[in-house]
């Protein structure tokens, strides 16, 4: 952001009429249903304190509140509470530029944070973002101001994956120049390094030096560190500098500290031994110059690195063609896909990805959706089938109407998805920001202690302790331990089909232990198929012909699924006559001149058919939860059709992966009890809720709640979002509805209960990975930064601010290498 923020229009963000004087807002207010709503909000408004005027419109469900010069936005927000609504916040997101370690992340969420009307901010080390939500429109002028002053400038507002390209191109972009600056930087200082150190490998190369260059060595080590220090190293004291000038040192300030006493020092040794500097005595141009090497190069292996993080996001946001082919009047005319509106017609050609989401309207083919459905076998597409953008076609040509386009489509959501994810601050991290922001002005203590003590022990040994102290202590480590892993195991996530909808999900799910499931349509298939035909005269096929043939009229589901399991066996019905339905018991028709009948037992026994033939095929239909179908012809018992809701399969190898996890399982569904009681044995399921109605659903999660369990609620349905949402973490199966998946922390793009348990893994394997990384960050710090100020040098034992370079550099890497290992989780 360059300052310049354009104005409000009407429309942004569903905000409007909101200023950026701090003193006026409009804001949306959820939970207003009536005109008595309204008037209660505007009563509270009134009453409180701050408050110059405030108008609450019902028709549009929105207040807007002008302070006194005194009022606070806060008590804003709380007076609506109070009255028994919720405030509407806006969200937004921004790309930072000059984050370095956690005490900068404390510093801006701190500076943004104290912005007009601003509630909630977050600040992510890993991605360089920071998402700011704020009461009313979004303060994009206050925020770029205080983040300018805080000394990291907002560069943009980010949209979720449409700027991922060019956010990426620039980390690239930066990562390389930390390479030039490395190598260049690596180049000065190799020939100084071998002066200083030569001498001590090779007392003959050292004679020679001292021969060849005389008191001159010294002059020609003071130009080559000088060139690292000010040339690639320039901007440590850049940056540095600007933030001693600001009272908030950061990293940049103790390398600036650190490298530029050793020069200083140097230099000012080099300048009293006179022309010749033979009289100089030790000096640290090559510690200097070896410091600023080392960082550099650890900065362009973890830019290098941290690009390898985010690959999830840009193999996503590549899936999407950025041009498509729009009919007009029956031609082909390129189009950018920003471009398209929903309703136009797009030609995809064999072999293209689908730009946008729609409907087909002509042609068929065969499309590879197993970046949705992680099935690897292609979906076979026809008129008023569903393509989904990002979605590969086959070998033939399709015609299908846009249906969502932009941020709507499917693909923008799940690249939304992650990167809301990708942007979460755990628990924890607070406490690590909290901790990291005081880390630097205790290094610089500790440092001033250190040479303080050493000038007066052993004055030759102080420059050099006080600069390994100032050197070795690297926050970066500590910033990045956190966020680094979120980054890389949602983006892993990502590509197993599982979606964390909201960061802290990734360490509520690695806590639960009870996984409460709905049945239909998450454990079975959700629609009624046959399983099984019992034909008295063991003709099955034909007996499920004549079936067929008198369900042929019939709406029912029930019906519908004879019909399919006849058409599977490539079966042809007669077709029938005189077709009569009793609502709740059958169907019955005339089919080849024989009288059919097909219901319910009562309904045959009524019609005076003795069904004694068909009790064990019946008991087994009752033992498996089935619905038996009778089949009567001219009065005579014919035989029996089992039609159930199938268990999905896998389901059973799913549910036996998460018991193995040791989770608990529970079924809760509003299904008859013997159909659920089947369905549970057949996958080992010990505790069923069945008859449950979908509130009913969220008091049985509450109740397991309040026994102390943690708990995981998988479904699909409407009447599932209760549940999901009164769950700890709420897992919806991302073929079921968009109102379920709006209700869940996470959602499994395929349908298949194999990746709840991918799920459970990856949130496990993400958290011990953060726990690895905090503790070698934090380990590091407390063990080297005393043995950098010599607290073992009577025993021996020093740090050289060569080594203390190295190892800062290498600590950053460490925990972002770490991190990665989560690429190959779940």
Known sequence: MDGSTPP????????????????????????????????????????????ASASVNFAARRATVTLTPEGGWAAVERAVRDAGYAPGLTEASF??????????????????????????????????????????????????????????????????????????GAAARETAALGRRAALAGLATAPLVVLEMGGHASPAFG???????????????????????????RAFFVDGARALARGAPDMNALVMLGAGAAWAYSTAALIAA??????????????????????????????????????????????????ALVLREGVPVEKTVAALAVGELVLLRPGARAPVDGVVTEGESWIDESMVTGEPAPARKGPGDAVTGGTVNGAGALTFRAERVGADTLLARIVAM?????????????????????????????????????????????????VAVLIVACPCAMGLATPISIVVGTGRGAELGVLFRRGAALQALRDVDVAAFDKTGTLTEGRPAVTEVTALDGDGAALLADAAAVEALSEHPVARAVREAAAARGL????????????????????????????????????GVDLAPLSAAAARADEAGATALCVAVDGRPAGLIAVADPIKPGAGAALAELKALGLKLVMVTGDAEAAARAVARQL?????????????????????????????????????????????????????????????????????????AKAVRLSRATMANIRQNLVWAFGYNAALIPVAAGVLASWGVTLSPMLAGAAMALSSVSVVANALRLRRAG
């Open 95 to 168: 790309d930072v530029s000059g984050l370095r370690c956690g005490a900068c992340v404390g510093r801006l969420e701190a500076a943004l944070a104290a912005a007009p009307r601003v509630r909630d901010v977050s600040v992510n080390l890993a991605t360089g973002r920071a998402k700011v939500r704020s009461l009313g429109a979004t303060p994009r002028e206050a925020l770029s101001a205080a983040a300018r002053k805080a000394g990291y400038p907002l560069v943009e507002e980010h949209v979720p994956g449409a700027a991922a390209d060019r956010g990426e």
């Open 207 to 233: 004679a020679w030096a001292a021969s060849a260059l005389g008191g001159f060595a010294g002059w020609l080590a003071f130009a080559l560190a000088s060139v690292v220090l000010f040339g690639p190293g």
């Open 418 to 466: 992650v990167e809301t994810a990708q942007g979460a601050k755990l628990p924890i991290q607070s406490l690590v920001n909290r901790v990291t922001l005081w880390f630097v002005p205790a290094i610089l203590v500790v440092a001033a202690l250190t040479l303080g003590f050493w000038l007066w022990a052993a004055p030759e040994q102080a420059v050099s302790h006080a």
């Open 572 to 607: 042809a019905p007669a077709s029938a006559d005189g077709f009569r339905a009793e609502t709740g018991r059958g169907v019955s028709a005339t089919v080849a001149g024989r009288l059919v009948l097909v219901g319910s037992a009562r309904m045959l026994r009524e019609a």
């Open 8 to 51: 409000e229009d009407a429309d942004r963000g569903g905000r409007a009429g909101a200023t950026d004087d701090g003193r006026s807002a409009a804001f949306a207010v959820e939970g207003m249903t009536c005109g008595g709503c309204a008037a209660r909000i505007q009563r509270s408004l009134d009453a409180a304190p701050g408050v």
């Open 274 to 323: 006179g022309p010749t500097a033979e009289a100089a005595g030790h000096v640290y141009f090559e510690s200097g110059a070896v410091i600023v090497t080392l960082i550099l190069l650890g900065r362009w292996l973890e830019g290098r690195a941290r690009g390898r993080a985010g690959a999830a996001i840009r193999s996503l946001v590549a899936l999407q063609p950025p041009t």
């Open 684 to 756: 080992g399921l010990e505790t069923v809720h069945a008859g449950v109605l979908p509130a009913e659903k969220a008091e049985v999660v509450a109740a397991l709640q309040t026994s102390g369990r943690r708990v995981a609620f998988i479904g699909d349905g409407v009447n599932d979002a209760p549940a999901l949402a009164q769950a700890d973490v709420g897992v919806a199966i991302g073929a079921g509805t968009d109102i379920a998946i709006e209700s869940a922390d996470v959602v499994l793009m395929a349908d298949d209960l194999a990746a709840a």
